[in-house]
């Protein structure tokens, strides 16, 4: 392919993007953040988002696949040696067909679109970045609108959060914020403006089971850190405390698995209302 940038050691721009993997900082002074999948990587180019570098293995014919994304995607092209596109793969054992590098978005709340039939999630403080991307999945999966992760929490861009999203962290905005407080005062705005939402939190001892509640309104739910729950500042702030019914000898739910669980509850609901039921 001509017009390409080779490289064959591990040099600075290798070094650079191979710092993307495991270095939030380096993430965030740099703008940007890795792609990795076939899937992820053709959200990304498909929904528009800026494309810095596409990489790809220097030493094997490229799929259709590829190619198309390659003439489709904006950026530099980069042929790369396999055992260096292995490491920025994620994977010990398997290298790559491409690599994509993207431009980070802004951290704004005016990026998610709000209206009559909202509905979002918060997740305060997690600890996994695994979570973060299962969170977003479930989130695309159900209709909602965006993924606000708030406080000292995993980087929602780290490869793990991307990988685990399938894709679905490219397709709904995400968005980070130091405190509880800003989300609320957000969340005042936009009753200010005459919106009704409801803000729902998640806890096992909540004073309501998630089925009794009302959510087909506008409805933010907010899920706590996956060892400590949430904040004293978010549970002052929910409108609501919910819980879901377990039984079992589980203690309670993963923080993903819960926010499914109470997506999908949300989804049936407005289901129901829009087939009249």
Not at 97 to 126: M, Q
Not at 201 to 208: M, Y
Not at 245 to 272: K, W
């Amino acid at each position: 392919m001509s017009g390409e940038l080779r490289i064959s050691r591990a040099n600075a721009r290798f070094q650079q993007w191979q710092a993307l993997l495991g270095n939030r900082s380096k993430r965030q002074r740099a703008g940007e953040f890795l792609v990795q999948g076939v899937r992820p990587i053709s959200l990304a180019v498909e929904l528009g988002w800026p494309v810095r570098a596409l990489i790809y293995d220097a030493d094997r014919p490229l799929s259709q696949w590829a190619v198309q994304t390659l003439q489709a995607a904006g950026g530099e092209r980069v042929a790369m040696a396999p055992e260096l596109l292995r490491e920025l793969g994620g994977k010990d054992d398997d290298v790559p067909e491409l690599v994509a590098v993207v431009e980070l978005p802004g951290d704004d709340l005016s990026r998610i679109e709000v209206g009559p039939s909202f509905l979002g999630v918060v997740f305060d403080r997690p600890n996994s970045p695994g979570n973060v991307g299962t969170m977003a999945r479930s989130l695309d999966a159900f209709g909602g609108a965006g993924l606000i992760v708030t406080g000292h929490a995993a980087d929602p861009y780290d490869p793990r959060s991307v990988r685990a999203s399938t894709g679905s962290l490219l397709a709904l905005p995400v968005v980070r914020t130091h405190s509880h407080r800003e989300v609320l005062e957000w969340a005042a705005r936009l009753r200010a403006r005459g919106l009704p939402l409801t803000v729902v939190g998640t806890d096992e001892h909540g004073a309501d089971d998630i089925a009794d509640l009302d959510l087909t309104g506008p409805t933010l739910l907010v899920v706590g850190n996956e060892t400590t729950g949430l904040s004293a500042g978010w549970r002052q702030g929910c409108d609501t405390m919910a819980r879901i019914p377990i039984t079992g000898s589980a203690s309670s739910l993963n923080a993903a698995n819960a926010a499914t669980v109470v997506l999908y509850e949300a989804a049936r609901q407005r289901n129901r209302r829009a087939a009249g039921a």
